[in-house]
């Protein structure tokens, strides 16, 4: 069943999450330099990799829920990443991609927002950073949420909080809380700090990937997530030698 639904997705998400990733990457990061620089530059990387200690290598993901090149993203690379790798990333997920937010708040104090693939993907998005929020461990919120993305493409249905919290061992005060979060203030709070987070790294397309704050390593972190971890890390743990 998730993987037809996939499928389905995926053939919806070619024209809905546009422009495609892969094209999408500004052609600066991919022009070639000259051969007399880039051996200097090999140098130099080689040089400093001798050096410099690199216990951790900072990862973050502007996603939306529903879009399906962040679903494969996060379920396919991103979370079996983090259970090799957890404790050499320090990850900040961005569950937001190209939604709005309305500076009006309801009664309640509420933000509305907007979001590409509809308002699924906007209960879809408030349930990841209540998720983050409310577990304080980003590889827990990975497991969890990769979960949610994997059982609820419409997020419509609030069993999916519990059974996903039950399967990756959530206890039950924290399922409730993610509950009450989603559907109050603070989960709208969140989300509309997530959206000037967005905003303020221009994103045009996700999911987008930074490492230690560059787009260097993006376009192979989407094919081998694992591997760029691997290389930047210095010295590699373990993990990255073990099958
Ligand atoms: C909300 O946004 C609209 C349109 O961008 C603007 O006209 C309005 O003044 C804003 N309201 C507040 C309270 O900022
Ligand atoms: C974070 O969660 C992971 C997965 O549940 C767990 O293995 C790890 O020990 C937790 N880290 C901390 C600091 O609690
Ligand atoms: C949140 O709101 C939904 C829809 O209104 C409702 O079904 C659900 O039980 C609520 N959850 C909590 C924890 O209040």
């Not at 979370?79 to 309305?102: F, I, W």
């Not at 907007?114 to 950073?129: M, S, V």
């Not at 949610?148 to 059974?163: A, G, H, N, V």
Request: charge should be neutral; proline fraction near 6%.
């Amino acid at each position: 069943m998730f993987k037809l639904m996939f499928v389905v997705l995926f053939l919806v998400g070619v024209a809905l999450c546009s422009p495609r990733p892969n094209n999408a990457i500004p052609a600066s990061t991919s022009s070639p330099t000259s051969t007399t620089s880039t051996t200097v530059d090999e140098t130099t990387k080689v040089a400093s990799k001798l050096t410099t200690l690199k216990e951790k290598v900072q990862l973050t993901i502007f996603y939306e829920t529903l879009c399906p090149y962040s679903i494969e993203f996060f379920v396919e690379k991103l979370e079996p990443a983090v259970l090799k790798l957890g404790s050499y990333l320090d990850l900040q997920l961005v569950p937001y991609g190209k939604a709005q937010t309305s500076n009006e708040t309801d009664s309640e104090g509420r933000y509305s927002f907007t979001c590409q693939h509809g308002a699924p993907e906007c209960r879809g998005n408030l349930a990841h950073a209540c998720a983050i929020d409310v577990l304080r461990n980003n590889t827990h919120a990975v497991i969890y949420n990769s979960c949610l993305m994997q059982s609820s493409f419409e997020y419509s249905d609030p069993e999916d909080i519990t059974r996903c919290g039950v399967s990756e061992k959530v206890p039950t005060k924290s399922i409730n809380d993610i509950g009450k979060c989603i559907n109050g203030t603070r989960g709208s709070t969140l989300l509309k700090s997530y959206g000037e987070i967005t905003k303020a790294n221009k994103v045009l397309f996700v999911p987008h990937l930074k490492f230690d704050g560059s787009t260097e390593h993006e376009r192979d972190a989407r094919n081998n997530l694992i591997t760029v971890v691997c290389n930047l890390l210095n010295p590699q743990p373990p993990a990255c030698h073990s099958t």
